[in-house]
């Protein structure tokens, strides 16, 4: 099945044609600056390599799909080919809520309900909407189909997901832990359980995923039972520029003494904290890394501070799992820094953790595989939180078409008598 | 009806620079208009210090300043409008000057363009009079709230003649940047403009009786109002001309003596002591417009009522 994997965002959208027999990437490309004159459009072929970047007039998420599309039909520089064309379109969804515990095929009725969703995420589920809305009145024949973040996590158990505030809280506002990242983390999961040549029902395993943000995930009989981010993607970790775990009192002391708005508390917890926060320099791993090497104080205290909370984690989830059979890291940070990966393992051989060095420091730019020499698996995963996405797409349109098999060839019929 | 991407904000004063600021935070490209070149050099100097303060209480950071500023372009003079989808009118409080920049822009916008007047005192159906209906349909009132950026209201009132479809895009446009809207009758001060004046000024006569200390006032306002400021730091931050000019329109427009200003702030008007913008007004502050910290004064009573208690000992 030929998928386009769209993520939209505020003034992007980022796209990806999936083969998932192949399960491999056909083109990864990007509308950027939608709502200017001058909205650049890249994209990269990988059969041939083939670079391409255009500016072009795009004024709203319409606009770039239907650039998108005339680029990826095109003859000469899409990636279809003669004769074929897209069988479906997934679409990432940030926030699914209680709602959306899976892949959701799209109609007007899940328009509604990740309209419904928008409060819990007033920062992507509008983009990620505005992109639906132009893909499925550009492609009103192609099934299209809604894969949540939130999706994987729908699996927490209760303790796992409340948070200790008045339960009305819970009813009114729909207050608990949510998790996200969840496709990344279900990837993992398969990706760990194919490398290690495990039923990943079978697998005991903390899925660590370390990049812009980061969260870690307890994974067991192939379901999500904790993870770290909760009502939002701030808790948990410590992230490039967000604080993860914070004593939520000292947001309130801070507002007084610093007399600062809401609506900039916000910003100083997701854009100046982290990494970035702490050090001072950059939210970016690399940049800390030579900065410490160069004998910078504060930015080991960062990446100290970070590698720490990892390290908790760990600890935590191994408990909740009641056991560890593996730990796998991924996202841009998971995949290359090695010695960042090592630091967050030091000290757990009680676990049965041990890190091969060597095999750990061979595992960087894209390279998967296992680095471990004790009793408990550690693994390094790429990223394909899109192919995930396409597969997940290619899965609910297969069920559909098993258990609704009957039911779309009357529709086919009634379309035969009246509509065409 | 397409979302707003290019808009013009006439007036580079703290409201212009406000406004500027939310609707390239918004994604719109932005023209800043000021009379002339000095004003204009003045104006994105302002800008960009209080971007600045921003970034350093973390409201703000430095890929985000980068963004806004570059979809801030700013002009002077006669200024080529066309393709402008948006007037936003933050020039001073001044009837005349209004008039005659809505007459010029009614010549120079495009004929779909619409014309937001950021006045909290002057009656838009009055300012939009003197221009074709077309036009007048396409007018009304936007009150941004000073900070621009942190208050997240804005004030709508529609003129005589303003359409649906008018206030359908400010609603629209409020949206995108994060604002609620707040529908008010065409009527002086509307009800923030109407509400603060009288707390200002009421605050600077007391401070002018010597009942409390200007830190005692400002204090207990912040406290009983559970808001960020009291009234007299409010006044330096709004800027204390700005402040007399609305309390005069007030007191001209309404009639009630609650709005005739205070002795005291007209001396600090005369005296160039503005708040913020000059360095001084009821606190000092530094070039950039931070506050220079001195020890908070609570204590008791001054002179005013000192001398009634002198006063009653003496009978």
């Known amino acids: 099945m030929l998928v386009l ?9 980022k796209y990806q044609v999936i083969d998932t027999e192949r399960e491999e990437s056909r083109v990864t490309g990007q509308v950027e600056r939608i709502g200017s004159g001058g909205a650049i459009l890249s994209q990269l072929r990988h059969a041939d390599g083939q670079r391409l970047k255009e500016t072009a007039s795009i004024l709203d998420h319409h606009d770039a799909i239907r650039a998108i599309l005339d680029l990826v039909e095109d003859p000469e520089r899409g990636v279809l080919g003669v004769g074929h064309r897209l069988d479906a379109v997934g679409h990432r969804v940030v926030h699914g809520g209680e709602r959306f515990k899976t892949a959701t095929v799209l109609d007007d009725s899940v328009e509604e309900g990740i309209r419904d969703c928008m409060d819990l995420a007033p920062l992507h589920n509008p983009h990620n909407l505005a992109g639906i809305l132009a893909a499925r009145r550009r492609m009103p024949e192609t099934p299209q189909v809604a894969v949540f973040d939130t999706a994987f996590h729908a699996t927490l158990p209760p303790p796992a997901f409340h948070y200790a505030l008045p339960y009305v809280l819970y009813h009114r506002h729909r207050i608990r832990r949510y998790g996200f990242h969840g496709t990344s983390h279900r990837h993992v999961l398969r990706r760990t359980a194919m490398i290690l040549d495990r039923a990943p029902e079978a697998l005991k395993l903390v899925s660590v995923h370390l990049g812009n943000g980061a969260s870690a995930c307890a994974i067991r009989d192939g379901q999500s039972i904790d993870t770290s981010m909760g009502f939002t993607p701030l808790e948990g970790l410590v992230m490039g520029t967000r604080s993860g775990d914070v004593d939520p009192a000292v947001i309130l002391h801070v507002m007084a003494r610093e007399e600062i708005p809401a609506g900039d508390a ?25 900065e410490e090497e160069k004998g910078n104080e504060r930015a080991r205290l960062a990446l100290d501070v970070y590698c720490y909370r990892v390290r908790k984690y760990i600890g935590a989830y ?25 630091r967050c393992l030091a000290g757990l051989s009680f676990l049965g953790v041990d890190t091969d060095q060597r095999a750990n420091s061979r595992l960087t730019g894209g390279e998967e595989g296992v680095f471990h020499q004790g009793a408990t698996a550690l693994v390094v995963v790429r990223s394909g939180e899109e192919i995930t996405i396409a597969r997940e797409t290619e899965r609910v349109l297969t069920e559909l078409g098993r258990t609704s098999a009957r039911s779309s060839e009357s529709l086919t019929c009634r379309r035969d008598d009246g509509y065409s | 009806m397409s979302d707003i991407q290019r808009a013009a904000v006439f007036g580079g004063g703290t409201a212009g620079r406000g406004v500027a600021r939310v609707l390239a935070a918004a994604g719109i490209e932005v023209l800043l208009v000021e009379s002339s070149r000095e004003a204009l050099d003045r104006a994105l100097d302002a800008l960009r210090d209080a971007m600045a303060r921003d970034i350093g209480r973390w409201a703000l950071t430095e890929a985000e300043r980068d963004a806004q500023l570059a979809r801030i372009e700013g002009t002077h003079g006669t200024t080529d409008l066309r393709g402008v989808q948006l007037v936003a009118e933050a020039i001073g409080e001044n009837r005349r000057e209004k008039t005659a920049l809505l007459a010029e822009l009614d010549g120079r916008a495009d004929p779909e363009a619409f014309i937001f007047l950021n006045t909290s005192t002057i009656s838009i159906t009055e300012l939009a009079a003197g221009l074709p209906l077309e036009r007048q349909r396409r007018i009304l009132g936007l009150h941004f709230l000073h900070p621009v950026s942190r208050t997240p209201l804005v004030e709508l009132i529609r003129g005589q003649e303003s359409s649906p479809g008018t206030v359908e895009a400010a609603r629209r446009l409020a949206a ?13 001060g509307y009800i923030t403009t109407r509400l603060t004046l009288v707390l200002i000024n009421e605050a600077i006569q007391l401070v002018m009786e010597g009942v409390a200390t200007r830190d005692a006032v400002d204090r207990a306002m912040r406290l009983r109002l559970g808001a960020s400021h009291g009234p007299l730091a409010l006044a330096d ?19 009630l003596p609650q709005f005739r200003p205070a002795p005291l702030l007209r001396r600090m008007v005369t005296e160039g002591w503005l708040g913020e913008k000059s360095g001084r007004g009821f606190y000092r502050y530094d070039s950039s417009g931070r506050r220079i910290p001195e020890p ?7 002179v005013a009522l000192g001398s009634l208690e002198d006063d009653r000992r003496g009978e």
Do not use: C
Request: aromatic letters at 4%.
């Open chain 1, 5 to 13: 994997v769209l993520n939209s965002g505020s003034s992007s959208v």
């Open chain 1, 266 to 290: 916000g910003a100083l917890l997701n854009k100046h904290s982290g990494l970035l926060g702490i050090s001072g320099i950059s939210g970016d791993m690399r940049d800390l890394l030579l």
């Open chain 1, 318 to 342: 191994a408990a909740a799992l009641e056991g560890l059979d593996a730990i796998a890291f991924t996202g841009g940070v998971g995949e290359n820094a090695a010695s960042i990966r090592s």
């Open chain 2, 176 to 188: 995108r940047l994060g604002k609620e809207v707040i529908e008010v009758a065409e009527y002086p």
């Open chain 2, 237 to 255: 931050e709004i800027g204390l001309d700005s402040v007399h000019r609305a309390l005069e329109s007030m007191w001209e427009g309404l009639g």
């Open chain 2, 296 to 302: 908070e004064d609570l204590a008791r009573p001054g």
